[in-house]
């Protein structure tokens, strides 16, 4: 949630890379897991700690600038304060 300003820009590059290495992980470890019981335990400790992450990002706060630029003639630049909200959602 955004203290501050409203701002149609979301997210952070931080939750972005977390998502997309969960989705791969997601999409290839599965068929694998199936075959392998170690392999699988090994999936269920990834995930419990991918689960623990986001509890612990959810108690963090941070500084996200946003800059208006047309034509390399910086217009407005404003800094909010932003923190994780009960839905998950910056």
């Not at 170690?38 to 400790?45: F, N, T, W, Y």
């Amino acid at each position: 949630m955004k203290d501050e300003h409203l701002s149609r820009q979301s997210g952070t590059g931080f939750a972005l890379i977390a998502s997309a290495i969960l989705a791969l992980l997601s999409l290839s470890v599965p068929r694998a897991a199936a075959q392998n019981p170690e392999l699988q335990q090994r999936v269920a400790e990834v995930k419990q700690a991918a689960a623990q992450n986001k509890q612990a990002l959810a108690h963090y706060s941070w500084r996200q600038p946003e800059t208006i630029a047309i034509k390399d003639n910086f217009k407005d630049t404003k800094l909010y304060q932003v923190h994780v909200g009960p839905d998950g959602k910056p």
